[in-house]
């Protein structure tokens, strides 16, 4: 059974770097098959998809946040990353990292991490 | 971006009832590749049915998917207990994924 972590500070000070860490155990992460993402929620409010990559490293980015965002991946240690920069209070959210196939949608998902951005 | 629209925001019905939750897009749905999520209070959300009509693993037959194009619906035919949650639609044909808003399922 897949399951996913993720990792990280739940506070973050506003024009810092967010930086997030899914780990991916039962299931290697160098599967073809399948995409690892993203997804956001902030409280009150809609769903947002935030990106994904590929095994190789290809990666897919919502255009509104495509210029403050990096998703990388480390196939040697089973985990993918997401880091966020000049932060602001409009990105305070339950962060979900993410399983997803083309012709599937979000097949599995992390159990969230908050993360506050604060002074 | 397809700007998806769920409606009834909340919808109020007793167990046993049937709940149909509608999910409009703002442009045609490409493959038709529209799914639901179910996320009860404190959980992640879980994926109830892709492709539109196509359930997902484990995910009981009183669930169902329908529709194309740009309107989409899901049904529950008899609400057990445990299917009070709030249910999203996501769009994943296009290379931006976008959410609904939600509907909210409570109790009557």
């Known amino acids: 059974q897949l399951q996913l972590q993720e990792s990280g500070p739940g506070l973050v000070k506003p024009s810092e770097t967010l930086s997030l860490t899914c780990t991916v155990s039962?299931?290697?992460?160098?599967?073809?098959?399948?995409?690892w993402g993203w997804i956001r929620q902030p409280p009150g409010k809609r769903l947002e998809w935030i990106g994904i990559?590929?095994?190789?490293?290809?990666?897919f980015y919502n255009p509104s946040l495509k210029s403050r965002l990096a998703i990388s991946i480390d196939t040697s240690d089973n985990q993918f990353s997401l880091k966020l920069t000049s932060v602001t209070a409009a990105d305070s959210a339950l962060y979900y990292c993410?399983?997803?196939?083309?012709?599937?949608?979000?097949?599995?998902w992390g159990p969230g991490t908050l993360v506050t951005v604060s002074s | 971006e397809i700007v998806l629209t769920q409606s009834p925001g909340t919808l109020s019905l007793s167990p046993g009832e049937r709940a149909t939750l509608s999910c409009r897009a703002s442009?045609?749905?490409?493959?038709?590749?529209l799914a639901w999520y179910q996320q009860k209070p404190g959980q992640s959300p879980r994926l109830l049915i892709y492709?539109?009509?196509t359930r997902a693993t484990g995910i009981p037959d009183r669930f169902s998917g329908s529709g194309s194009g740009a309107d989409f619906t899901l049904t529950i035919s008899r609400l057990e207990p445990e299917d009070f949650a709030v249910y999203y639609c996501?769009?994943?044909?296009?290379?931006?994924?976008?959410f609904g808003g939600g509907t909210k399922v409570e109790i009557k």
């Open positions: 993410t399983r997803e196939f083309t012709t599937s949608g979000v097949v599995d």
């Open positions: 039962g299931g290697s992460i160098r599967s073809s098959s399948h995409y």
């Open positions: 990559i590929y095994y190789t490293g290809s990666t």
């Open positions: 442009q045609r749905v490409a493959s038709n590749y």
């Open positions: 492709g539109a009509s």
């Open positions: 996501q769009q994943y044909g296009d290379s931006l994924k976008t």
